[in-house]
């Protein structure tokens, strides 16, 4: 079945960084689209970036552009968020995801605190 599992998590100072890591199995990898999605406590999971099968296109939400980068190495099945220049709005668990046979998969979540 499909599984992902984060880590890389944990509580940062404001400014500083940290890279997420998702290892994904149960489905073919290198054939599909993975985001990040991030959700903070009374808040809507939002989505953060997403990355394309080859990893040759990227997307971001406004907020994280120019800071987070995503990243995928298909060989291994990883995904990986770097976080630069993180900021307590950015506080939230993260969550790995894809949509594969009509149906959406959502890891266990890593946590995000940035706060000094």
């Known amino acids: 079945q499909v599984q992902f599992v984060e880590s890389g998590g944990g509580l940062v100072q404001p400014g500083g960084s940290l890279r997420l890591s998702c290892a994904a199995s149960?489905?073919?990898?290198?054939?599909?689209?993975m985001n990040w999605y991030r959700q903070a406590p009374g808040k809507q999971r939002e989505l953060v970036a997403g990355?394309?099968?080859?990893?040759?296109?990227?997307n971001y939400a406004d907020s994280v552009k120019g800071r987070f980068t995503i990243s995928r190495d298909n060989a291994r099945q990883w995904v990986y968020l770097q976080m630069n220049s993180l900021k307590p709005e950015d506080t939230a668990q993260y969550y790995c995801?894809?949509?594969?046979?009509?149906?959406?998969?959502w890891g266990q979540g890593t946590q995000v605190t940035v706060s000094v």
């Open positions: 995801n894809t949509y594969y046979k009509e149906r959406e998969y």
């Open positions: 990355i394309s099968s080859a990893g040759d296109i990227t």
């Open positions: 149960g489905f073919p990898f290198s054939a599909y689209y």
